[in-house]
């Protein structure tokens, strides 16, 4: 029997409709390559299993009862996939032309590689920058000021996001975000699933990480392209994700990291989260409309740096 090209694995949190465009894209754009489509479904409460079941039944569905996060999801995926290959591929995406087969033939010709990165647009066709270099004092510091968004092509300001660069060639990178992530079933095997710790953030990164430690690669190629709508499930809790985008930087410093930079990196985000404070108590006073929300996020703003100071685990930890 011959064996699937690529397993497409996407998790889905209450993004029926943008789902149903997902793995419209996936099928209709699939090019010459074998596959199946996974979809794991965190608990959603807007019909979107039920939808996979009517209109995709081709597809194997997996329902949970409670949102587990996505790096469970994913590994419940990668369980039962058949592929050389798996797709991590978000529901709130569009896969344009053959940017899946495309995306096998250039890890077929690259052996060496564990994971490829396609170029992601904003649904107005201009660039969505991914691609990251792993989380460091000096990259957090340069990311947490924001001055990579006054001085874009600035190697130095812009280093953590790689903001200089146009996504214009093939290159090796650190990390590729996981909207649109193929890996390599070896790889898989010899490093391991996600940590399933991460409940959302940091799981790619901490993946890409174990991948190089090993001594395989992770490319980005332009040779693919896929529409990226971007946070479809998070701004459902946004005050929350905050939160985890946060603990997840710390939990990879506690990890990959000595204790001085994991003190380090919690000093620098406690920094983060009180330096914004003042900010947001100020909108709240002066907000007609929107002061309770204003008002939330400082509150949010507060918890995070006292988790931070408090050891850190706290924020990583966050359900």
Known sequence: MKSLDVSIIIVSW???????????SVYD???????????????????????????????????????????????????????????LLNSDTVVLEDAIAETVSFSDAHPEAAAVGCKVLNPDRTLQPTCFMFPSAVNMVLSSTYLYKVFPQSRFFGRERMSWWDRSDTREVDVVTGCFML????????????????????????????????GCKVFFTPCAQIIHFGGQSTRQRATEMILRRMGSRLLF???????????????????????????????????????????????????????????????????
């Not at 081709?58 to 996505?70: S, V």
């Not at 009180?274 to 002061?291: E, M, Q, Y």
């Open 253 to 319: 410093f506690e990890k990959h990291g000595g204790r001085l930079e994991y003190a380090t990196a919690c000093l620098l985000i406690a920094l983060f989260f009180f330096l914004r404070v003042p900010f947001w108590l100020a909108r709240t006073l002066v907000s007609k409309n929107n002061g309770r929300d204003c008002l939330r996020i400082a509150h949010t703003y507060v918890i995070g740096g006292f988790y931070a100071l408090t050891g850190g685990s706290g924020l990583y930890r966050v359900r």
């Open 183 to 214: 890996v390599r079933r070896e790889a898989i095997d010899q490093v391991g699933m996600m940590d399933e710790r991460f409940f959302m953030y940091g799981e790619e990164t901490d993946w890409c990480y174990r991948f190089k430690k090993s």
């Open 29 to 87: 754009k699939s090019g010459k390559v074998d596959f199946e489509v996974i979809v794991i479904d965190n608990a959603s409460d807007d019909d979107s299993a039920e939808m996979v079941e009517t209109n995709y039944p081709q597809a194997i569905l997996i329902k949970n009862e409670e949102n587990r996060g996505f790096a469970v999801a994913n590994n419940q995926g990668m369980k039962i996939a058949k592929g050389r290959y798996v797709l």
């Open 14 to 24: 209450n993004t029926r409709d943008i789902l149903r465009n997902c793995m419209k």
